[in-house]
């Protein structure tokens, strides 16, 4: 050998000698320290460092392979990929975790605490981000060729603090330690365009053709994440773009004496990629957020053009090569831009590129709040993309044509459908531009896509029903399990073996051991275990004692009126209230744990953390309570704390109004660590409820169809309040400023909110709620029965893996195969 050679195979070698080894060097070398100056931080660098040279050798080879075959290629767009921590991951999808933490226990440190020194990428807000994640990660351990496209936003989702109960906001200065994980390729920057106006011409040939000036430029410049499979040597890229000036200091300006405008340019095309915004399932119509849209999915467009053209495929063949997903409408101005690229830059036919456009594309839909679906208004779309605002306008024409033909002199429908809401103000809708232009359209969960297709989208559906289909979500047992949860993976794995972590349906397998009396009591022992961390945690963080023997109840998800945690607040007072009157009641004790970001201008929301913060300042302290209530509210849920907080739960709140959340992915996670849910028929909890049986979950609660009829029949929550004693001493209790120093304002727009509107039903919910929670508390005193029913949940959680719903998506969507990977050897890597 060489010495390059072995200074090469050294870095990729998994050896726990020549991991030591590297690790010490990396602390030298990359952080310039030695044991005795190094803290944790450096620790955690040197062992990233670490891990990423061992990294290297499969995201080559397997960036080799694609380059060199014609595989099909996912490519997942998305303005969010909220990715959490890459170091612990790593370890485990490479197999080195265990070899690790030994490791750096022989240095006297340990791994757990160099984990929790990673600043997580925070890129996204809730569910549709974090499936954004797991999906990238179900892709790479099935061997699947794909790229995840979205913005590398130099700010995160905001770091919540409490102060006094009230939420508050900080900047998530994620990147100011460096990313180890990235590597920039700026050799890939693209130009994305804005503004300006367009003008025709005439070509050689004599066509008709559109040319586009833009009023102004930014590059996009790449900077790429290997994503690693599970045990596999795939390791693909999330490729996320930055925002830089084309210019960034304007000589010419800084010479006239004008400093501050010679740097203004570089300041407003870098804001492009400054800041993700906070909002979950909430309509903002900013023109930043249109243009952060634009820049990502035109780099994205640009970059698989770019790869065609390495790879000698004309762009007739496009689709052949790209299947191109639409997570939500946010790039959706994807189905305009492909169009102009192929227009206008590489002069196809209008027909056959409208033909590769629609079969490039498929479009998944996220929500059914209707206020969460996008549309920009007219004049701000045609000042920032003109040539797409008649590039829409084209295919509308066309699209509207279609519909005509079939629907002859449905002059209303035609107005539904239209790219342009006609209706007052003129809008873009982003979601009818998704549907037109792709040639798949998928719900997250049974019961959102029938939800689609009888009513957000029941136009389209009556129009292309073949196009519609259910992707049930998923979530990434490694992440979620393996990760998070180590005890129970030792568990399983010592009953099962470890073939469950990449095919979870054999999680079945644990359904033989549920009589195992021995097996049950170790399973109990895993979730006390847990438990007592999670409370070890919350003590040392937040001050508040726990009885690990309580049931640990959570509920950790965005805060929102639909998602209805100011109805567990309801049931906590409700307890309390019985604590009150009957001081010796024999109440199964319980700590209530809450968790969850508000968007900032969301006041609502906002108010509920500071009614649950409320409560919890009361009960916590009350003598009278004994330590049978506990309120937590857990400040800055994110990735981090999920990992914490799933293994230790043992009752999921799933309670949203039904037909409001469209999956959740949460409920999953919770599952699959052995919670039990209470929940109501909305979204994936029914297949939850199906997969475990209904004698395994704690339903309670309208249906959708009740709901809806309930909402038609004009609902009076009034009525509600004045039937039930209960409900009314709990919201008498808020109203009469108990739980804000006697002032009876603080509360009030949540109280009247409920009492005259209640548009998500907690007053007509709260009596089936109490009753259902009451009988959890009666099944928690039978600990075996418990752990029985917690068992089963989780054996039964196999359908709920993303690597599910991926092989869903490949199969009849993407069309998309596995393509495994050969290490290349060093003389390949040379050669
Ligand atoms: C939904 O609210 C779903 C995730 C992922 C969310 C949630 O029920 O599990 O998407 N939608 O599909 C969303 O964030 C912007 O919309």
Redesign the pocket.
Known sequence: MTNTDRRVSERASLDKRDLRRSFLDNLLYVQGKFPKLANNADYYLALAHTVRDRLMQRWISTASAYTSQASRTVCYLSAEFLMGPHLGNNLINLGIYDETAKMVAELGLDLEDLLYQEEEPGLG???????AACFIDSLATLEVPALGYGIRYEYGIFHQTLVDGWQAEKTDKWLRYGNPWEIARPEWTVEIRFGGHTEQYVDEQQRLRVRWLPARVVLGVPHDTPILGYHVNTANTLRLWKAEAAESFDFGQFNRGDYAGAVTQKIVSENLSKVLYPN???EAGKELRLQQQYFFVSASLQDMLRILKIQGVPVENFHEKFAVQLN?T?PAIGVAELMRLLVDEHLLVWDTAWDITCKSFGY?N??L?PE?LERWSLPLFQRVLPRHLEIIYEINARFLDQVRLRFFGDEQRLARMSLIDEHGPRYVRMANLACAGSHAING??DL?TELLKQDVLKDFYELWPEKFSNKT?GVTPRRWIVLANPRLTALISETLGEGWIKDLGQLRGLERHVENADFRARWAKVKRDNKADLAAHITRRLGISINPDSIFDVQVK?IHEYKRQHLAALHIIALYLRIKANPNIDLTPRTFIFGGKAAPGYFMAKLMIKLITAIGDVVNVDPAVRDRLKVVFMPNFSVTNGQRIYPAADLSEQI?TAGK??????NMKFQMNGALTIGTMD??NIEIQQEVGAENFFQFGLSTPEVYALGASGYRPMEYYQRSDALREVIDLIASGFFSRGDASLFKPLVDNLLYHDPYFLLADFDSYVACQDEVASVYRDADRWTRMAILNSARSGKFSSDRTILQYCDEIWGAKSVPIRLLTQEDVES
Not at 125 to 131: A, C, I, P, Q
Not at 661 to 666: I, M, Q, W, Y
């Open positions: 807000n809730g569910g549709l981000g974090r499936l979950d399932e909430q939500d946010h998944t996220h929500t709040m969460a997250v969960a959102h979500n965005r949203s959340e469209a999956s959740g992915t949460g979204g994936a």
